[in-house]
């Protein structure tokens, strides 16, 4: 195996890393924090240099493109409740406050572009929130602690995990199964806790603190709130919570990964108990050494 | 109205945008960046008129009266030339220039054609550094500040920009003299500049690399540095940037023949500080008191700027842009005066020129320093 260290802004790196390349997995993203254009930078502008790269080298056979559940507006789904892969994408996610939604959702637009354009091929993964030892964030969709308390905003939703190991072999899969360019999948893990389940077992077993549940209807009241005041202050509080976010993040959603199961003949190696504990292990061990 | 243009979509590109779009009378007319998707991405989400991907392009379409330099320091100078070579007023973002005769240069063009310069010294025109400059102005100090401290500190983490930073060894940032440093600390060296008053101020920098950054394998980023900054026998100031002190301040003091202030950027407050002291124990129970109400004086200024809907983060952005434009249509002063933006060009070239030194009496430069400890 050759290890290449380079940066994917610099097409030089990138003709580097794809010659003579038939499979590419396309891991690299910018989350960008709060900034639109460096996350748009890290995710965009480096997918198109990729692509660009690829069509030099002309040997491709796939590329595999991680992109993200974040893409996806969660508004007028064909199956209601259920998310899965004919779910609309977020349409205007420059209004959608997240930074990393917007570059993800440009980044797959690319991936489709180029694909159609120049005919690359493609298969687009999706995960859910990846968890795993190493993370110690709790997911947005359970809720926020950024005004001094936590706010749980999931209630009984169910939060779309994905174990990192899981995901991975998913991933690989999509890389490796023949038949399926041009398909997207969505990677998520069986036996989903709800929001409430995962914060019960999160305080039990990392640490203890003091949550303030805010009903649906309500987080949805004030995040209307919110982007109309954000709205009418021409930006003094930021657009971060917002009706789209709200959808995206907080209404009740089930989620299905009978595509992937079906056509890659994936299966979540490591089931939901494990994967949680294992998670919740690693959360102890990082507070331990911090 | 005023076609404004924006050269440079990066992070602070969407700061201008948003502070600009907030002002009535003009409107941003292109938006470039030699990076077509770059260019896009903002036209795509501000509302501007149309975007380009080379600067002469859209000087010749787009014809703005003002354009917003917001490209990395290195290409400031060449970019401001082309701007004011087909008559554009130019508001470049901070630093300036990457040394003071790029800065002396740019000045003396614009000078030259009757057009208008500012930098993006931004903090200086926050509510409470615009009520700190009234107060000097009506001779709160006495006859002349005797002494400044500038902090400017920033807190290292390992994700975003800094992230960046120390994960590639060819940032942009690390070609620029003063690396890191150079794109930082102007804004700390402004607010001395701005009350020095002679032009050749003798500097003493001491700089090193914390060892935070070296136990990460970093050896030329400088992440503390406190300067010494002093003019004949009458005024002084210390400069001290750090990333590892807490908290991580942003402050300035000023000390006159009469009072003192100061300002804290980050809690928006400015606190006088009545030069003449009180007799015996009044001294320890009046002061307390009185700067306790200042304080609580500063907290309803604020919440009533928040409530007025004029507390933005970048507040300080759209009152030194709205100034400028004011000084454009008005032929008036402009709101940073060129000595100062030497000035400050000047102070920070003596500071990388020693940081960057060996020194001459056997001591090790900062780089030279780290070098030593990643051997050890």
Redesign the interface.
Known sequence: MAILKG?LQ?FADCLDATANVTLIYHLAAG???K????A??NS??TT?NLLEATLVSGCLKRFVNVSSFAVYTNQRKLHWRQLDEESPMESHP?QRGDAYC?AKV?QDAMVLEYSRQRGVPYVIVRPGYVIGPGKTKISGRVGIDSFGVFLHLGGQNRIPFVYVDNCADAVVLAGMMPGVNGEVFNIVDDDLPTSRQFLRLYKKKVRRFHSFYIPHIISYFLCYLWESYSR?????LPPVFNRKEWHSAWKKTSYSNEKIKMRLGWRPRVPMEEALDRYFKGCCQRRESA | MLKVGIVGCGKIADAHVSQIQRIKSCKICGVCDQEPLMAGQLFERAVVERCFDDVREMLRQAKPDVIHITTPPQSHFEIGKICLESGCHIYVEKPFTVNEDDARALISMATERGLKITVGHDEQFCHAARRMRELVRTGYLGDRAVHMESYYCYELDSSGYTGALLGDKNHWVRALPGRWLHNIISHGIARIAEFMKDDFPSVTAHGYVSPLLRSMGEKEIVDELRVIISEGQCTSAYFTFSSQMRPAIRQFRIYGSANGMILDQDQETLIMLRGEKYKSYLEKFVPPVLIAKQYIHNLCLNVRSFGANDFHMKSGMKYLTESFYKSIKDEAAVPIPYREIILTAKIMDDIFQQLNTPRSDGRVSPTQFAESKMRV
């Not at chain 1, 900034?35 to 460096?38: A, G, M, V």
């Not at chain 1, 009418?232 to 003094?236: I, K, N």
């Open positions: 940066n610099s989350a960008g924090e900034s639109f254009p460096d748009f930078m965009v502008v198109r420059e917007f440009k009418w202050s021409e930006g003094q």
